[in-house]
C-alpha cells in the first residue's frame, strides 16, 4: 500500500495554534509539560509514578471489569486490564463521542494512533507496560453531534428526542435507522459483515452506551484496546474531593481565565477554544444534565427547581458523586486523576482546548499529559491516483481550495502564458522613467503619473484574469473531471476525514482497511498521511 505525506501547516487545513505547537515555538511551552517525542516519555513515566495515586489502580481495575461483564473480551485487552494493577504500566489515551456507527473516519485515526504509540513505547522501554485507552464521552448531552454517519454523499440520522447524558439513551429507532442503512448495502460478504455489526450494536443492546462499547470492542478488541466509560460511581468516587473543591473554591474558573489571558497577549492573536465558566460541573440525574450555578451562597441546577445550602450539596457530593458531570474544562483533570495516563491523543480542536489547562493541572497537583495530534489520513484509491496523474494533477494540490486548483491546472495545461508577471514587470520599468521625469516638475504630475501606472496595472490584471476565464472555458471538460475528483476525496471542500465512514471502504476492502491503517499509522510521525487503497 503506496504511501505519501505532506506537512500539516501546508494542507491549510489546520489552525496556527497547532502547526506552532508541532514546530515547538517557544511562546507555546509555558502551556504543556512536554512534547511528545519518544525521548520525552522517560522522564514523563518518572513524574506519573510520583504523583499518581497508586491505591486507585484497584477501583480503576474493578470498573472496568464491571464495565465488560456483559462482553467477550480478548485475551489481550483482559491483560492489558490485569496489567493496569501494576506500577510500571502506564495508559495512552484517547476519547471520543458516541457517534452513531462511529461517525467519521477520524475515530478510527484517533484510536490506531493510540494503539500504535502503545506499540512503539513498549519498543522504546521494555520494563514499563502501556495500555490504550478509549474514553467514551457518555456524559455528553450534544446528540445532534452524534446521531448520524454519512454514507455515499447521504446523511444516514437517527431522529428522536432526549436529554441528558447520550449514553443512557435507549435505541428506540435504531431498527428503523438499521432499514434504511442496509437497504443502501449490496448482497456482497462485506455488505453483510456490516449489517451484523450494525444489527448485533445498536438492535441487541438497550443503551448508547453498551452498544458503543460493543461495537469498539468488536472492532479493536484484537489489538487490545480497553474501553472506558467515565460515568461510573466507582470511579467518580476518587473525583470527589476535585468536584468538591470545584464546588467550593472555583479554582478552574480563575486558572483557565488567567491562561486565556495569557494566550490572548500572545503576538500570534491564537483562538481561545473554550472559556471557563465559574463552575464547570453539570448535575447528572434521571435524564437531566444541566449546570450548576451558584447564587449569593444557593447552589441550583439550571433550568430546574433543584436547590442546595453549601452543606447540602456536599452531603450530596458525597452520597453520589456519580451525580458530579465534568464539562470540557474538567473532564480532561477527572481523566488524569484516574488514569497512571501519559499522553493524550486528539485532533486539533481537542489538543487546542487542552493547551489552556495546564496551570489548573498545576493547581490540583495532577501530573499534565503530554498531548499528541492524531494521526489525519487521506485515503485515495489506486484509480483515483491513475485519474491525477493523467490529469497532470499532485495529490498535495488536492488541498487548495477548488478555485485555486482549477486555476492552478488551467495554468498548467494552457498552452498561452496566462501569467502576466512580466508584462506587469515591464510597465513598471517604463514608468520609473516618467518618475524620473515627475521628479523635475511639480507634485501634482507625479500623482498623475501614479494614477496612470494604478490604471494600466489594473488593466492589465483585468486581461489576465478574462484570458484565465476564457480558458477554463476552453478546458471545462478536463476541468469538471478535476473538479469531480476533488469532490470525492474533499466532500464539502473539507477533510475526507471530518465526512466519511469507515463503512465505505469496509464495503470494498473488509477487515483490511483496518489492519492497514494499524500498519501504516505512526502517531509521532507529524505529517498528513497519504494512504493508497
Same mark, same amino acid.
Given at each position: 500500500?503506496?504511501?505519501?505525506?505532506?506537512?500539516?501547516?501546508?494542507?491549510?487545513?489546520?489552525?496556527?495554534?497547532?502547526?506552532?505547537?508541532?514546530?515547538?515555538?517557544?511562546?507555546?511551552?509555558?502551556?504543556?509539560?512536554?512534547?511528545?517525542?519518544?525521548?520525552?516519555?522517560?522522564?514523563?513515566?518518572?513524574?506519573?509514578?510520583?504523583?499518581?495515586?497508586?491505591?486507585?489502580?484497584?477501583?480503576?481495575?474493578?470498573?472496568?471489569?464491571?464495565?465488560?461483564?456483559?462482553?467477550?473480551?480478548?485475551?489481550?485487552?483482559?491483560?492489558?486490564?490485569?496489567?493496569?494493577?501494576?506500577?510500571?504500566?502506564?495508559?495512552?489515551?484517547?476519547?471520543?463521542?458516541?457517534?452513531?456507527?462511529?461517525?467519521?473516519?477520524?475515530?478510527?485515526?484517533?484510536?490506531?494512533?493510540?494503539?500504535?504509540?502503545?506499540?512503539?513505547?513498549?519498543?522504546?522501554?521494555?520494563?514499563?507496560?502501556?495500555?490504550?485507552?478509549?474514553?467514551?464521552?457518555?456524559?455528553?448531552?450534544?446528540?445532534?453531534?452524534?446521531?448520524?454517519?454519512?454514507?455515499?454523499?447521504?446523511?444516514?440520522?437517527?431522529?428522536?428526542?432526549?436529554?441528558?447524558?447520550?449514553?443512557?439513551?435507549?435505541?428506540?429507532?435504531?431498527?428503523?435507522?438499521?432499514?434504511?442503512?442496509?437497504?443502501?448495502?449490496?448482497?456482497?460478504?462485506?455488505?453483510?459483515?456490516?449489517?451484523?455489526?450494525?444489527?448485533?450494536?445498536?438492535?441487541?443492546?438497550?443503551?448508547?452506551?453498551?452498544?458503543?462499547?460493543?461495537?469498539?470492542?468488536?472492532?479493536?478488541?484484537?489489538?487490545?484496546?480497553?474501553?472506558?466509560?467515565?460515568?461510573?460511581?466507582?470511579?467518580?468516587?476518587?473525583?470527589?474531593?476535585?468536584?468538591?473543591?470545584?464546588?467550593?473554591?472555583?479554582?478552574?474558573?480563575?486558572?483557565?481565565?488567567?491562561?486565556?489571558?495569557?494566550?490572548?497577549?500572545?503576538?500570534?492573536?491564537?483562538?481561545?477554544?473554550?472559556?471557563?465558566?465559574?463552575?464547570?460541573?453539570?448535575?447528572?440525574?434521571?435524564?437531566?444534565?444541566?449546570?450548576?450555578?451558584?447564587?449569593?451562597?444557593?447552589?441550583?441546577?439550571?433550568?430546574?427547581?433543584?436547590?442546595?445550602?453549601?452543606?447540602?450539596?456536599?452531603?450530596?457530593?458525597?452520597?453520589?458523586?456519580?451525580?458530579?458531570?465534568?464539562?470540557?474544562?474538567?473532564?480532561?483533570?477527572?481523566?488524569?486523576?484516574?488514569?497512571?495516563?501519559?499522553?493524550?491523543?486528539?485532533?486539533?480542536?481537542?489538543?487546542?482546548?487542552?493547551?489552556?489547562? =495546564?496551570?489548573?493541572?498545576? @493547581? !490540583?497537583?495532577?501530573? +499534565?499529559?503530554?498531548? /499528541?495530534? %492524531?494521526?489525519?489520513? *487521506?485515503?485515495?484509491?489506486?484509480?483515483?491516483?491513475?485519474?491525477?496523474?493523467?490529469?497532470?494533477?499532485?495529490?498535495?494540490?488536492?488541498?487548495?481550495?477548488?478555485?485555486?486548483?482549477?486555476?492552478?491546472?488551467?495554468?498548467?495545461?494552457?498552452?498561452?502564458?496566462?501569467?502576466?508577471?512580466?508584462?506587469?514587470?515591464?510597465?513598471?520599468?517604463?514608468?520609473?522613467?516618467?518618475?524620473?521625469?515627475?521628479?523635475?516638475?511639480?507634485?501634482?504630475?507625479?500623482?498623475?503619473?501614479?494614477?496612470?501606472?494604478?490604471?494600466?496595472?489594473?488593466?492589465?490584471?483585468?486581461?489576465? =484574469?478574462?484570458?484565465?476565464? @476564457? !480558458?477554463?472555458?476552453? +478546458?471545462?471538460?478536463? /476541468?469538471? %473531471?478535476?473538479?469531480? *475528483?476533488?469532490?470525492?476525496?474533499?466532500?464539502?471542500?473539507?477533510?475526507?476525514?471530518?465526512?466519511?465512514?469507515?463503512?465505505?471502504?469496509?464495503?470494498?476492502?473488509?477487515?483490511?482497511?483496518?489492519?492497514?491503517?494499524?500498519?501504516?499509522?505512526?502517531?509521532?510521525?507529524?505529517?498528513?498521511?497519504?494512504?493508497?487503497?
Amino acid at each position: 500500500m503506496p504511501t505519501d505525506c505532506i506537512p500539516f501547516k501546508e494542507t491549510n487545513y489546520f489552525s496556527s495554534l497547532i502547526t506552532d505547537y508541532l514546530d515547538e515555538k517557544a511562546d507555546l511551552k509555558p502551556f504543556y509539560n512536554r512534547f511528545p517525542s519518544l525521548e520525552n516519555f522517560e522522564a514523563q513515566i518518572e513524574e506519573k509514578q510520583l504523583s499518581y495515586n497508586k491505591s486507585n489502580r484497584s477501583d480503576v481495575v474493578k470498573a472496568l471489569m464491571m464495565q465488560y461483564e456483559d462482553l467477550s473480551i480478548s485475551s489481550m485487552t483482559l491483560t492489558n486490564i490485569d496489567l493496569l494493577k501494576h506500577g510500571t504500566t502506564f495508559t495512552v489515551t484517547t476519547g471520543h463521542q458516541l457517534n452513531l456507527f462511529t461517525g467519521p473516519l477520524y475515530f478510527f485515526y484517533k484510536i490506531i494512533s493510540t494503539i500504535n504509540l502503545c506499540k512503539t513505547l513498549k519498543d522504546r522501554y521494555p520494563h514499563y507496560n502501556f495500555v490504550p485507552v478509549y474514553w467514551m464521552a457518555t456524559e455528553d448531552h450534544d446528540f445532534e453531534e452524534i446521531n448520524f454517519f454519512n454514507f455515499k454523499g447521504k446523511k444516514v440520522q437517527w431522529n428522536r428526542d432526549g436529554s441528558g447524558g447520550v449514553g443512557e439513551f435507549d435505541l428506540q429507532g435504531l431498527d428503523q435507522v438499521y432499514e434504511v442503512f442496509s437497504a443502501q448495502l449490496d448482497s456482497s460478504i462485506n455488505a453483510k459483515s456490516l449489517k451484523k455489526l450494525f444489527q448485533q450494536a445498536y438492535l441487541e443492546h438497550d443503551t448508547l452506551t453498551k452498544a458503543t462499547r460493543f461495537l469498539v470492542n468488536k472492532l479493536f478488541s484484537i489489538y487490545g484496546l480497553v474501553i472506558l466509560d467515565g460515568n461510573d460511581p466507582i470511579l467518580k468516587k476518587l473525583y470527589k474531593p476535585f468536584i468538591e473543591d470545584e464546588l467550593i473554591h472555583q479554582s478552574s474558573f480563575k486558572k483557565v481565565s488567567n491562561t486565556n489571558e495569557a494566550l490572548n497577549a500572545l503576538p500570534s492573536n491564537y483562538k481561545i477554544q473554550v472559556n471557563p465558566r465559574e463552575i464547570n460541573l453539570f448535575y447528572l440525574h434521571k435524564h437531566i444534565r444541566e449546570r450548576i450555578l451558584e447564587t449569593d451562597g444557593v447552589f441550583g441546577v439550571l433550568d430546574t427547581d433543584i436547590r442546595w445550602t453549601k452543606e447540602e450539596l456536599l452531603a450530596e457530593v458525597n452520597e453520589h458523586p456519580e451525580r458530579f458531570s465534568p464539562n470540557v474544562i474538567l473532564r480532561p483533570l477527572y481523566q488524569e486523576i484516574i488514569l497512571p495516563n501519559l499522553c493524550y491523543i486528539g485532533g486539533g480542536g481537542e489538543l487546542a482546548y487542552w493547551l489552556q489547562l =495546564k496551570s489548573n493541572f498545576e @493547581a !490540583q497537583n495532577v501530573t +499534565f499529559p503530554m498531548l /499528541l495530534l %492524531r494521526n489525519s489520513v *487521506l485515503l485515495i484509491t489506486a484509480k483515483q491516483k491513475e485519474k491525477l496523474e493523467k490529469m497532470k494533477v499532485s495529490v498535495p494540490d488536492l488541498f487548495l481550495k477548488q478555485d485555486d486548483l482549477l486555476t492552478k491546472v488551467t495554468k498548467s495545461i494552457s498552452d498561452i502564458n496566462i501569467d502576466f508577471s512580466s508584462q506587469k514587470a515591464q510597465l513598471q520599468k517604463q514608468f520609473e522613467g516618467l518618475y524620473q521625469l515627475a521628479d523635475q516638475t511639480d507634485k501634482s504630475f507625479k500623482g498623475a503619473v501614479a494614477a496612470q501606472e494604478v490604471k494600466q496595472i489594473k488593466g492589465l490584471e483585468n486581461l489576465e =484574469k478574462r484570458l484565465l476565464k @476564457a !480558458q477554463k472555458r476552453k +478546458f471545462d471538460d478536463v /476541468l469538471e %473531471r478535476v473538479r469531480m *475528483l476533488q469532490d470525492e476525496l474533499f466532500p464539502r471542500q473539507s477533510l475526507q476525514e471530518r465526512h466519511m465512514n469507515i463503512s465505505e471502504f469496509y464495503l470494498e476492502y473488509g477487515e483490511d482497511i483496518i489492519q492497514s491503517l494499524v500498519q501504516h499509522l505512526d502517531p509521532l510521525h507529524s505529517e498528513f498521511l497519504i494512504l493508497e487503497v
